[in-house]
């Protein structure tokens, strides 16, 4: 598994308190869910290959 970058990320509240909701109905932590949504936006721009 390939080590994970750190890195500060502010968002207004609003933005998160959407995002925690998002995560918990999904069974995620925060993290993971912003994770997941970055993933995805890559592949779909056509960013991100050949990764699970």
Do not use: T
């Not at 909701?21 to 993971?32: H, L, P, T, Y």
């Not at 960013?47 to 699970?52: H, Q, V, Y």
């Amino acid at each position: 598994m390939a080590e994970k970058k750190r890195f500060l990320l502010r968002v207004d509240q609003k933005v998160y308190d959407a995002l925690e909701k998002w995560a918990e109905d999904e069974f995620r932590s925060v993290n993971a869910q912003i994770e997941l949504i970055i993933k995805k936006a890559l592949k779909e721009a056509g960013r991100l290959k050949n990764d699970k």
